[in-house]
């Protein structure tokens, strides 16, 4: 076994179980007017993500469900925190933690890293539910309203079982490949 795979193998299980605070940390950012529109359109295309009817990966998949977006968050991350470099406003440390998970995802997923970054590039302007990041960056009722939705999904998110096994990156990798644009 590479290391590669070693590393991915350990990671996305914490990954998985960690979803929920995650979510969580990302969608309090929501509400930070210190930060700019820019990066919270960022975290809100994402936290719409995850609540989105059509995944790249349906969650009931086994093994596979919530990588997709394990993965979306954490190259909104890091978006957000290079995006944040230039700025004065301080990022919570788990922030910076996530983002520095998106190096793993480049690696694993190589040359399909590329449509995964464009595809998460895109959620800034996808509507989820009738509601756009712009319409949630812009409403700060909004915001809480998908704060309350984020801590609801908190309470209720149980990680699924993931199998420590290379077949189950391969089967990822090969999904991945697949389904994005």
């Not at 908190?154 to 089967?171: A, C, G, M, N, Q």
């Amino acid at each position: 076994m590479d290391e590669l795979t070693r590393d991915a193998l350990n990671a996305l299980p914490e990954w998985l179980r960690s979803l929920a605070d995650d979510l969580a940390v990302l969608a309090e950012l929501l509400k930070d007017t210190q930060l700019s529109e820019g990066l919270r359109l960022w975290v809100a295309g994402a936290v719409g993500y995850v609540f989105k009817s059509v995944d790249l990966i349906p969650n009931g998949i086994e093994d596979l469900g919530y990588l997709d977006d394990v993965f979306v968050l954490r190259l909104a991350a890091a978006r957000v925190a290079e995006e944040n470099s230039e700025s004065d406003a301080p990022l919570p440390p788990s922030i910076t933690q996530l983002a520095e998970g998106a190096a793993l995802v480049k690696k694993l997923l190589g040359s399909d890293f590329a449509r995964l970054d464009d595809f998460v590039s895109g959620l800034r302007i996808a509507v989820v539910r009738g509601v756009s990041p712009s319409d949630i960056v812009q409403d700060p009722a909004l915001a809480a309203q998908v704060c309350d939705e984020v801590a609801s999904f908190t309470r209720s998110y149980v990680p699924p079982p993931f199998s420590h096994d290379e077949r189950t990156l391969i089967k990822l990798k090969s999904f991945l490949s697949a389904k994005l644009p």
